[in-house]
């Protein structure tokens, strides 16, 4: 969610903050005709699509005359004529429609045909934001409560003309109603709106460190969101850069699945006079449509925990078919969240480091830090990340940021030049515990009771250009220092064996015996059972070799031959384990005790052998690795690395705490009996 506040830097600006909201008063006050009508949350996608006509048709007003007649002109020719009329408009973007709102207002029987009539004569890459907002929808039911005429008239009165409003106060009027959109719908709030101050923070940090593109005359670089919802990362990015470099240019890509929310988006691009062609409407991850695009900076807010199982056979086939010649190769997340797919999306759009490299700013909940042991599809995506160094530095973020959830949160920044560009950040991953740096908001939205300060702002940017290890609220790590081997620890099997009669039960339970036939069956019975009375029923087999052919000897003696499965499920029937029983071989090598397997996370930087040598065979002499089970995992464990022990309080403080409170109840009820 897009929210009005002055940057760091920004003093200039806050004229333009107070125009934007309070031409935003001036349009929202039209809700008011809408109130019993309308529920408040239903008022932006009223609001927003109007406000969005009626900036086009002023913008439109003094080209109008000349796309109409360059239409006349050239109607006869069997051509596509978009290009003829953007040009004769001056912008990307026409109608070709008699009508404006003056127009609109001369036939009140005929509102709702008129106005359905103007917007569909919109070129199309406009025409596709009304069509995405459900407008037509929208003046049906206007129509219906008579109210249509009266929003139309409303609208006409408020001139939006580039004379009056420029693209810069008109978008900021646009984010503030944006925000009171969000504000009013505050249940689904924060699905398509981050926090403007955390997109702040996130393209500071991607771009400050950008000296060509802060200072370089008539620079051009890309960025996209491949999760874009309002807009709000791609207009504060291109605004941040404005305020910097006025000569450079920041080119918009996006794709968002919510046609609502994308339409939100294209038109906050189009109000303030940006090119709106490479806003896509969908689902990124399975149906990409940047798909072979490469971009100079990146920057995502994914939802947290949302699962992907909708979408599993495409990413699916994706992965199996293409490997790492496609966006999944590294490996796949568990489906019920499938946030790391948007953070591997986005690396396969990465330049190659040659032609500058690219930079990334993703949001993410805890889960991708840790989630998954060594060979997860988790793991394994760490694995890859840090393996080729892209990752730079994680921060950590106050709770209770967010609109629709108050978890953890935690801003990932990537690249893939570092050798180039940082070269003491090769290899090194800096950790910034940024959980302090926030302030209360006198007024919470949703889940959101927090926000980032210019200050906060300021002071996480400078820890993270410092690069430097204080060891309390940043640290500095080797990429390799995430990284563990598990290795899997053996001990030998020891079973003594015997025939009593709780161990034959057991073995006429197994599952084994049911594919006996039953004559096969009631022998095997009987040979047991005669076996738990016979000269050897007090007997206990240290040996499972001496034990094996006894049983052999009493089952031949009964003529039956068993296969190998029922076999074996009668001797573990028959067994028990036993310390101080001999080894059981497989040959003449130990086998392993599956009931006493385990496993030990040994650090990627110590040799296995002696962390087996001082943690493991100390406790167990007799123990070994399995190294074929050997496997590497990463994982970022960022909150045992700030961790800091806090001493409980002593009993006596507890003592004298209690008695205070019993002396102040004593003296409450005293009062209460006079």
């Known amino acids: 969610m897009t929210v009005s506040m002055i940057w760091p830097h920004e003093h200039g600006r806050e004229w333009g903050v107070v125009a934007g909201n309070n031409n935003a008063n001036l349009v929202w006050s039209i809700a008011n005709i809408l109130r019993g009508t309308y529920k408040p949350a239903q008022y932006g996608s009223i609001i927003l699509p109007f406000t969005i006509l009626r900036r086009l048709d002023c913008v439109l007003e003094d080209t109008k005359q000349a796309v109409l007649e360059e239409q006349a002109k050239k109607q006869h020719l069997d051509i596509p004529l978009d290009t003829f009329l953007e040009k004769a408009s001056g912008h990307n973007f026409f109608n070709t429609s008699k009508f404006n709102f003056e127009k609109l207002l001369d036939d009140p029987a005929n509102i709702k045909n008129n106005v359905l ?70 249940e689904t709030a924060g699905e398509h709106f981050t926090p403007r101050e955390v997109i702040q923070l996130m393209v500071r940090l991607l771009i400050d460190t950008e000296d060509d593109v802060l200072t370089k005359d008539g620079i051009v670089r890309s960025i996209y969101d491949p999760t874009a919802g309002t807009g709000g990362m791609l207009t504060v990015a291109q605004e941040h850069l404005r305020e910097y470099n006025p000569t450079a240019t920041l080119v918009a890509y996006g794709q968002e699945i919510n046609d609502e929310s994308y339409a939100i988006c294209k038109s906050d691009l189009l109000i303030k006079g940006q090119d709106i062609t490479n806003i896509y409407v969908g689902d990124t991850l399975a149906n990409d449509q940047a798909a072979g695009k490469q971009f100079d900076f990146m ?23 293409h490997g790492f010649d496609g966006r999944f190769g590294p490996g796949l997340p568990r489906v019920s969240d499938g946030s790391l797919l948007f953070l591997l999306h986005l690396i396969k759009k990465m330049r190659p480091a040659h032609e500058g490299g690219s930079r990334i700013g993703i ?46 949160t935690y801003i990932w920044v990537l690249s893939n030049n570092k050798r180039q560009k940082q070269p003491d950040r090769v290899g090194k991953v800096q950790l910034i515990n940024g959980v302090d740096f926030s302030q209360k908001m006198r007024k919470t939205l949703g889940s959101k009771r927090k926000e980032l ?76 059972r005669a076996a738990t009375v016979g000269e050897n029923k007090d007997a206990v087999y240290k040996n499972r070799e001496q034990f094996t052919k006894i049983l052999k000897a009493a089952l031949i003696a009964e003529k039956l031959i068993l296969a190998a499965p029922v076999f074996k499920a009668v001797l573990a029937g028959l067994s028990e384990h036993d310390d101080t029983a ?9 086998e392993a005790d599956t009931e006493l397997r385990d496993t030990e996370n040994v650090p990627l930087n110590e040799d296995i052998q002696e962390y087996f040598a001082r943690e493991v065979l100390p406790h167990v002499p007799d123990a070994w690795i399995d190294e074929t089970k ?12 700030f961790y800091k022990y806090i001493a409980p309080r002593s009993l006596d403080e507890i003592d004298a705490e209690l008695n205070t409170l019993i002396s102040e109840i004593t003296t409450l009820l005293a009062e209460v009996e006079k």
């Open 363 to 408: 949001v993410l909940n805890g889960s991708p830090l840790f989630t998954g042991g060594a060979g997860s599809g988790e793991s394994e995506i760490r694995k890859y990340l840090l393996e080729n160094d892209f990752v730079e530095a994680i921060i950590a973020l106050p709770t209770d940021m967010f609109y629709n959830t108050g978890i953890a």
């Open 582 to 590: 001999d080894v059981c071989l497989k040959g003449n090598t130990p």
């Open 299 to 321: 920057l995502s807010n994914p939802p947290f925990g949302v699962e992907w199982k909708k979408i599993q056979p495409q990413i699916l086939k994706e992965h199996e078919q």
């Open 117 to 186: 009539s103007y917007v569909q004569t919109f070129s199309e890459n406009t025409r596709d934001i009304f069509e995405r907002f459900e407008f037509e929808k929208t003046l049906e039911k206007l129509d219906h409560a008579d109210l249509l005429y009266h929003v139309v008239k409303d609208f006409a009165g408020i001139d939006l003309h580039p004379d009056t409003i420029t693209n810069i106060e008109m978008g900021l009027m646009f984010e503030e109603l944006i925000r009171r959109f969000a504000e009013s719908s505050n």
């Open 453 to 528: 300060g210019p200050n906060d702002i300021s002071s996480i940017v400078s820890l993270y250009g410092r690069f430097a290890d204080d060891g309390d609220t940043t640290k500095i790590f080797n990429t390799t220092d995430f990284g563990y081997r598990t290795i899997t620890v053996e001990r030998p099997l020891k079973l003594n064996f015997s025939f009593t009669q709780d161990r034959v039960e057991a073995v006429l339970t197994a599952k084994a015996l049911g594919k006996l036939d039953g004559g096969t069956r009631v022998r095997l019975e009987a040979c047991l």
């Open 630 to 641: 050997t496997k590497i995992g990463y994982e970022i464990p960022f909150t045992r690395h």
